[in-house]
């Protein structure tokens, strides 16, 4: 056959959990909890199971849990959204995201990707026959230059995908930058698309600046979640798409007959568990702690950390003691060591190396305590 994507291997994360459970090494490279998920989920999926929640249910997802999306988003996003026309509970945040490429692209049209960027975006946008135009973010700030974006618009801009919190470097997108995008495509027919599955995972006292907080860019707007992330089980492949009824109608037509329908008995226990806000509010503050606890450790380490406000992962740059390419120094640390990271070069197209390395903290405190041991007898 002839390759839709010829340039595409297997993805890093696979690599390096593959990797760490060949070296038996703890694995910090792919964003994933390795704590006991809430209890009280898995309660409420199993009582959907034995209740009998167990056949497909309706396309767009169970209408309750649309419900209680809407009611969510409305109290923490002052947004109103439409359960019936504007939501779909997918498999996962990453088919959300392919989705809305799917409904949008057509071969030609570009869509603006900032680097490092999330590995599945450019191969969506790729097997969709669209092309990729690609900003660096600021290093080491990893900041937005609007005046580039400016730049880069052309007639066949179709869309801009933004990640906050951002992964793989941690950091948040402010206010002025949501209204500077809203200026930028104002007046245009760009879509947006936000991924916003770390949305629960903000730290240092910021806000999360969702999309739904910006009336006329959600007009334009897919905005993407994951339940994996807000309650600790990546594993479930569960999320949901909000966007404008126009959109969302042709969203569905591709959900239709991709998946059609999303986990049953996953959606009535997820409905459950959102009549109570408690879980999703208290995890920026647990995973804070995981965070500094993992910078307190690393300090008995040369690795110099870069600036995270959001996300499962704390970046760290290590330029003043090697330069070792960071894929190399990666697999070593992995091989020598025991302790798996990702190198964030794999998440530039041109795998620009600024010599740093993405650890996440989503992880026990033994866990922490134990890599960074492992790293300090390097030293
Ligand atoms: N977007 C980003 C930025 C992510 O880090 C992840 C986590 N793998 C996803 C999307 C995918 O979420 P899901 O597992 O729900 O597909
Ligand atoms: N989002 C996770 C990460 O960045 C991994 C998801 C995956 O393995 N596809 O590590």
Redesign the pocket.
Known sequence: IHSKLPEVGTTI?TVMSQLALQHNAINLG???PDFNMNERLIQHVHEAMLTGQNQYTHMNGLPLLRERIANKVNQLYNATINPDTQITV????????YTAFTTILQPGDEVIVFEPA?D?YIPNIIVNGAKPVIIPLQFPSYAIDWEEVKKKITAKTKAIII?S????TGTVLSNNDLLQLQSIVNNTNIVVIS?E??EHLVYDGLQHESVLKYPELMQRSFV??????TYSC?G????YCIAPEGLMSEFRKIHQYNAFSTNTPMQAGLAMMLEDATAYLSLSNSMQQKRDYLLLLMQATPFEPLACHG???QCYSYQHFSDENDAELAIRLTREVGVATIPASVFYTNHTDNKVLRFCFAKKEATLAEAAARLKQLF
């Open positions: 994360f792919q964003g994933f997918t498999p996962g945040a990453t088919y959300a995201i999330y599945s990640n919190p951002h992964n793989p991924d599955v770390y993407c979640f994951s339940f994996g992330k990546t479930w492949k569960m999320g996300s499962f992962f």
